[in-house]
């Protein structure tokens, strides 16, 4: 009942901005909290940054003060900006939903980051 599609990944230099955007569909008033997880090869995916639907955020230490997660309700779009990245930022990066009374998990189909001079 909710669908997410990312997208916005590429190749950037070390020191780089990318933006990642996700966009919802379905039951939406639904959506209990929005994520950006992050998965490197032979690595567990790890969750980078949340955003509830109070508006409240959480980030991961490894990103704090590089990364903003946002929302913009009229496009039904979650972003991810990321500013001075570096080589150990490059992963596979999926957003995610959690939505319903039970929390039920929707996730994305990942969108690649390469960071890389």
Known sequence: QVQLVESGGGLVQP????S??????G??????AMGWY???PGKQREAVAAIRKS????YADSV?????ISRDNAKNTVYLQMNSLKPEDAAVYF???NWGNAGTLTWGQGTQVT???
């Not at 020191?15 to 990318?18: A, R």
């Not at 990642?20 to 569909?25: D, K, P, Q």
């Not at 039951?27 to 209990?32: A, E, K, L, M, T």
């Open 15 to 18: 020191g780089g901005s990318l």
């Open 20 to 25: 990642l955007s996700c966009v919802v569909s």
């Open 27 to 32: 039951s939406i008033s639904n959506i209990n």
């Open 38 to 40: 992050r998965q490197a």
């Open 55 to 58: 508006g409240s955020t959480y």
């Open 64 to 68: 704090k003060g590089r990364f903003t």
């Open 95 to 97: 957003c995610n939903a």
């Open 115 to 117: 960071v890389s001079s």
